[in-house]
């Protein structure tokens, strides 16, 4: 499995599944990838445990890239999540 460690900016990853890291004091992330479409079914979790608790909040298709929000920051620990892109 490809692993794409990244931070809270706009980033580029080119595998349909991985990880990407939410750094701390963001909250949000979005991952360019040509293997997505806005009709991409897109799976994904928090794989660590976060100094700050939150959840995923949502995971949103665009055209060659998806955002990664969460419900805030995810405090020094940083968020790892795991994505699954299916077209």
């Known amino acids: ?3 794409a ?3 809270r900016t706009a980033s580029t990853v080119t595998t349909p599944a991985g990880i990407v890291r939410v750094q701390s004091g963001g909250a949000t992330l ?3 990838c040509s293997f997505v479409s806005a ?3 897109i799976y994904a979790t ?3 445990s976060t100094s700050n608790s939150v959840t995923l909040k949502s ?3 665009g055209s060659g890239s998806f955002v990664v929000t969460l ?3 995810p ?3 940083h968020a790892d999540i795991a994505y699954l892109i299916l077209n």
Do not use: E, F, K, Q
Request: charged share 10%.
């Open 71 to 73: 419900t805030g920051d």
């Open 75 to 77: 405090g020094a620990s």
């Open 39 to 41: 009709t991409s079914l």
């Open 30 to 32: 979005t991952v360019t």
């Open 5 to 7: 460690t990244l931070d």
């Open 46 to 48: 928090i794989r660590n």
């Open 59 to 61: 995971v949103v298709p």
């Open 1 to 3: 499995c490809h692993v």
